[in-house]
């Protein structure tokens, strides 16, 4: 609806500027004061005078009886006053025509904001911990993180992707020593991640009856610290391994990163800000470690350095936001991760502040529920984890099952897309803060609310469209179906969708924005002929209202990192 509150608003502010001259207003805040009436009867949208009684210096009353004298368009079948109220009521077919031609003229750019001119934003996602698996509870901050990188590059903003790996901790201390003890060079090549998440597994066995072997990780993890070379070799051979395995995910995602520095790349930039919050006298001693109090925003205190001096968690992140913030001079640095974390962010964004960084505001933490299957919590330390490789791996083989069942023409690749499509859109259907349970067959079925659904009907636009050949380059309706003026109102509104999902950093708004134009499409592709409409210029807008759709159902597929096959 966004266009008709942008002809509404250019309408009003050039005839405001005639009528109540000196006064004058601008589109942009007519823009503003317009709504959308909860009642339909009274209206499409709405323009409350009293807003602008005190500008123009009348009443209400009066202001909406002479603009509604003197406003006319095409687009709108009435305008009137009624109250202090300017009342505007669309002409559906013209505004249907309008709504397919702008999108038909704008192509792929239809509802991108311009937001993010000149502006860049740092996004910190997926982050796996190195030499643990990448297990189903990355699949959050993966698909979430990268779908906000690509809403804010449609938006306009440059946008860096960084993969903030958790490559450094005392978990190399243990890795390092179970290595040592149990491991074999052959089988970890071999078995890659597999093997040392084996390792890290037995480790943590081996512990529990062997208290002594944490002293021993310790140890090794201060060696690691002061850069002895054997320890940093089979550190470096540890990342290597992991992001092997790592990238396969990514590549099926078609996520690249635009940086891998992980926590250890902080190492060196630490002291400085040590330094700093020193100096700004906020760092105090509890229980032997270096703390920030934060008792007066009722969080328990931040850690900076442990009793033994090494470093944390946090110390890292301050660090890390204080190098993005002078090597790319962001706007906003938003960083994914469950909600688990939530504390952790308030925390050192806090401590930011209390620094004196006065950009401490640009930070965003987007937290997201948690994910379990057949209602079983997932742990690193028991090895009971599902691998996000295996989780495609196993959606890809039954799309290839169904497809064999279907006897689809589609090959290997389209059964890769739609599999890691399924699982992606299952995903992003709910609010991110909410905690699901992954039912494969849900996320499969090609009958429900599901991305193979969405897919499939991306795919039929696309070959109506092959059919059509040059055929639906314009729509001009005098009249159409409830199929059509419904078809055009869902067009109609992906713009603000778009604005929205940015606001909110919720992909899901463009899920269930996918589900709304799938099921008008679906709902006009079988009440409403098309192809094989007989009067020429019927057929001729039903193409073009079809070719509408799938820009706007191809460019909302791709901002949530859902690949779409022109064939399934
Ligand atoms: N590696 C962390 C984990 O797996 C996530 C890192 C998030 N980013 C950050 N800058 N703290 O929990």
Redo the contacts with the bound molecule.
Sequence with gaps: MQILKNTAAELVSAAASDLFAPATLTADEVRTMLEYPPDGSMGDLALPCFKLSKSLRRSPMEIASKLAEKLSHPAFASIEAVGGYLNFKKDAAIFASRVVNTVLEKGDAYGAPALGEGKTVVL?YS???VAKPFHIGHLGTTVIGHSLKLLHEFAGYKCVGIN?L?DWGTQFGKLIVAYKKWGNREEIEEKEIDALVALYVRFHAEAEKDESLNDEARAMFARLEQHDEECMALWRWFIEISLREYNKTYRMLGITFDSYNGESFYTDKMPAEIEKIRKAGILEIDDGASVVNLEKWNMPPCLILKRDGSTL?PTR?IA?AVYRKNTYDFEKCI?V?SAG?CLHFAQWFKVLEMMGYDWYDGLVHVPYGTVSIGGEKLATRTGNVILLKDLFRQAIDKVKGIMKEKNTAAGDDVAEKVGVGAIIFYYLSNNRMRDINFVMEDALSFDGNTGPYAQYTYARTCSLLEKAGDAGKSASLLAMTAEEAELSLVLSRFPETVTNAIAEYEPSIITRYILDLCAAFNRFYHECQILSAEDASVRENRLAFTRAVKTVLGRALSLICMPTPEKI
Excluded: E, F, L, V
């Design positions: 910190d982050s796996p911990n903030h958790g968690y992140d890390a960083y991760t974390q």
